[in-house]
């Protein structure tokens, strides 16, 4: 798990210097984050979304619950390559949630027992190992628990690997990206995939050490 940690730190790292580096290029259609997103909308007839400027970096969602595309400073005002690649993405999210893209579907299904889960399996497993050899069967709780979650991560992929598939086919036959400019909003949010793919690998990861710890008690 230590190792799933380290690759994590350094894919993060690897993802905030691609962005830094494509967020100093212009994409050739000057056009803001913010300008980017609205064209995309009204590009696929959604009229019921706004965009908005929201703080922090790398911050950028789309929340179906206020209908809103949230884009950070960085991406909102600037007409970079990675502001557009990253507000084409978000606005994928949303693309998907108008045509019922079926992950996302399911993604959205998982969100209350994932809340319910996420409050409660951090203590259902620190009880499960204390009381092992009292109750074992509180640990199986508890991994049932984890187990959602790290379903929940595994269904998140297909998501961004779609939204992100959307964001450059749409910059690319639109022109807002010329093919010169298109590998590097692939690459930008390649490396944004990648984080959750080692999420979803250290949940896996994490779900067979406890998995480990239940079965040698049995």
């Not at 297909?158 to 690459?187: F, H, K, Y």
């Amino acid at each position: 798990m230590f190792a799933v940690m380290l690759l994590s730190f350094a894919v993060q790292q690897v993802l905030e210097n691609k962005f830094r580096k494509y967020s100093e290029i212009s994409n050739s259609g000057r056009m803001t984050g913010a300008e980017v997103a609205v064209r995309m909308l009204e590009y696929y007839g959604i009229h019921n979304v706004k965009v908005r400027e929201t703080e922090g970096f790398l911050t950028d969602h789309f929340d179906p619950r206020s209908m809103t595309v949230n884009l950070s400073r960085a991406v909102y005002s600037s007409s970079s390559i990675a502001a557009a690649a990253v507000a084409a993405h978000e606005c994928g999210h949303v693309v998907q949630h108008a045509q019922g893209y079926a992950p996302v579907r399911l993604r959205t299904a998982l969100v209350p027992v994932v809340n319910f889960c996420n409050m409660t399996v951090q203590w259902v497993l620190l009880a499960g190992v204390l009381l092992i050899n009292v109750f074992p069967m509180l640990i199986w709780v508890g991994i049932v628990l984890f187990a959602m979650t790290t379903l929940f991560s595994f269904v998140t992929l297909p998501c961004e690997i779609n939204a992100s598939q959307r964001a450059v086919a749409w910059l690319s036959n639109t022109g807002v990206v010329t093919d010169a400019e298109r590998p590097m909003a692939v690459d930008a949010l390649k490396w944004a995939a990648y984080t959750y793919v080692i999420a979803a690998i250290g949940s896996l990861a994490t779900l067979f050490y406890y998995i480990g710890i239940a079965s040698r008690r049995n």
